[in-house]
Nanobody, 125 residues
Framework: EVQFVEYGGGLVQAGGSLRLSCAAS????????IAWFRQAPGKEREGVSA????????VYANSVKGRFTISRDNAKNTVYLQMNNLKPEDTAVYYCAASLYWYGTRWSDGTYYYWGQGTQVTVSS
């Protein structure tokens, strides 16, 4: 059974940091591009960042560029999202998702086959 589990969310003050983890099992992890998405109450889901399968190419939404860093450890079947200088508008449920395809600049519009259950990030002002 394929599973993706996110953890590391929580409550943090504006300007603070959190590191989210996305742990996968039941698949060949290094064959999948991994993306982070988020959804705030009453808003559409939006792409945050993505990382390619093997060479570690990364992409970011403009809203998080320079503050968030995505990375992966294929030996641990885990992708990380380091979030620094958090803002109240970063408050959302964050999901990781996996795809066999690397969509490049169209990454946020791609089709992702597997999704985690989400982890809540709340940033207070």
């Amino acid at each position: 059974e394929v599973q993706f589990v996110e953890y590391g969310g929580g409550l943090v003050q504006a300007g603070g940091s959190l590191r989210l983890s996305c742990a996968a099992s039941g698949l060949s992890f290094d064959s999948y591009a991994i993306a982070w998405f988020r959804q705030a109450p009453g808003k559409e889901r939006e792409g945050v960042s993505a990382i390619s399968m093997s060479d570690g190419t990364t992409v970011y939404a403009n809203s998080v560029k320079g503050r968030f860093t995505i990375s992966r450890d294929n030996a641990k079947n885990t992708v990380y999202l380091q979030m620094n200088n958090l803002k109240p508008e970063d408050t959302a449920v964050y999901y990781c998702a996996a795809s066999l395809y690397w969509y490049g600049t169209r990454w946020s519009d791609g089709t992702y086959y597997y999704w985690g259950q989400g982890t809540q990030v709340t940033v207070s002002s």
